[in-house]
């Protein structure tokens, strides 16, 4: 077995500054735009930084955020999909009339006392009926496009269409159904306790800075592990001195983030939700066979196809993923709101949605891109309506700004892909 090579610092750094003169700017552009949108918002309101506000932040990138981890798979593939707004709506409103049970003149009411449905589902139940369709929706959807070799713009602005129309039917003539069980509520309303119970003995310890500790240690533990693997199989590693310096800075930004909640009402349990998605979803696509199909056939489709993989399997596949992380946000939106109406789904969810990957650096022209640009892009987003929103600002105003952001990430992308092609590395 060839022996590994760990970089010396020295070289590491050479390394990165050769990527940043190539055009491959990573994570800087985000970086620097989440500190301009805080001076600036910070200055024109001192509300901003204040923890309630950063609680209120969290909370409403959520939903946006669940939904774009299923987007970056979408145009890893260098496709799209345009009915995930209405699909996540889908979701919502058969999990809330679900939880209604069969009362009322809704369709699905009437379906489940057809099939001898008598009472309200569980919200496991529910959530897990709902997934399951809206998973169906994305087979279905995936498969046209490839049985016919169709622009998946057309076929998934199609569904955008129909599935709005399938939400105005859901919701008949009722207008907005309540969402009234706990434990659906709670996915978005609810925050980790600051005392910890075991065995009816109160403990002073915030159950926050536990949670915290383990995100931590898994970060930890997977960086280590892709390091002795890297090493193990002869490839060159990044030196020690840089790992121990990330996981440094994810234990400092995940500890100022909880001590800022708890100065607040405590951390949002769908942040948790969130950071475990986002975490289940990066291993799939760096540590798993499909994750690098996915990024194959982003490249290169016909050279994937000519390597042995399954293209139309792949696709189908992550159009069916788009469609389950959808319904999940749909949930979260909806549990936020505590209620659904014939106006979920719309607005601009579809926009923004598919910008927070855009904007948080997953090329739109396929085969590049993290599952973390996700968490960025919707923070981006968040961090700026939220701004305009303590600013008093227009929704036409919001609009406005969102799309130049939108647009400046997709001049960002194309400079650097032209840098990379110039200088040999794309």
């Not at 939904?67 to 707004?85: K, N, P, Q, Y």
């Not at 992380?325 to 969810?349: C, E, F, W």
Request: glycine share 12%; aromatic share 6%.
């Amino acid at each position: 077995m060839q022996k590994a090579q760990t970089q010396s610092l020295g070289d590491y750094a050479h390394a990165y500054l050769r990527r940043l003169r190539s055009g491959d700017l990573g994570a800087i552009p985000i970086i620097l735009g989440l500190v301009l949108i805080t001076i600036i918002f910070q200055s024109l309101n001192e509300n901003f930084l204040t923890p309630r506000n950063m609680v209120n932040l969290i909370v409403q990138m959520a939903g946006i955020t669940v939904i774009a981890t299923g987007v970056v798979f979408v145009l890893l593939l260098g496709e799209i999909d345009l009915s995930i707004g209405y699909v996540s709506a889908v979701a919502a409103v058969l999990v809330a009339l679900l939880l209604r049970g069969p009362t009322g003149i809704s369709g699905v009411g009437q379906l489940m006392e057809r099939v001898g449905v008598t009472e309200p589902l569980s919200w496991w139940m529910a959530v897990g009926v709902a997934l399951l369709l809206v998973a169906l929706i994305g087979v279905a959807q995936g498969m046209i496009i490839t049985r016919f070799q169709l622009p998946s713009f057309v076929v998934t602005l199609a569904g955008l269409l129909v599935w709005n129309g399938v939400v105005l039917i859901l919701i008949g003539a009722g207008g907005t159904v309540i969402i009234q069980d706990q434990v659906i509520v709670n996915i978005a309303n609810y925050f980790l306790p600051r005392e910890l119970a075991v065995g009816g003995v109160t403990l002073p310890v915030q159950l926050s800075w536990l949670v915290g500790i383990v995100i931590v240690l898994i970060f930890a533990l997977g960086r280590v592990s892709r390091w002795n693997s890297r090493r193990k199989r002869g490839v060159s590693t990044t030196p020690v001195t840089i790992i121990v310096l990330e996981i440094a800075l994810v234990a400092l930004a995940t500890m100022g983030v909880i001590y800022v909640c708890n100065l607040d009402r405590g951390v949002p349990l769908v942040g948790i939700i969130m950071l475990i998605l986002l975490t289940f979803f990066s291993f799939l696509a760096t540590r798993t066979r499909f994750g690098r199909y996915v990024y194959a056939i982003g490249g290169n489709m016909e050279a994937a196809r000519r390597a042995g993989i399954n293209v139309t399997r792949i696709r189908v596949t992550v159009f069916m993923l788009s469609s389950v992380m959808a319904g999940m946000g749909g949930i979260v939106l909806a549990s936020r709101l505590r209620s659904v109406d014939t106006a979920a789904g719309g607005g601009d969810l579809l926009l923004v949605s598919i910008a927070a990957p855009v904007i948080g650096g997953t090329s739109l022209f396929g085969g590049r891109g993290r599952v973390m640009s996700a968490l960025l892009g919707a923070l981006i987003i968040a961090a700026v309506n939220n701004g305009m929103g303590l600013l008093g600002l227009s929704a036409g105003v919001k609009f406005v700004v969102t799309g130049l952001v939108l647009l400046s990430a997709v001049l960002v992308d194309a400079i650097s892909r032209r840098g990379r092609t110039q200088s040999g590395l794309a």
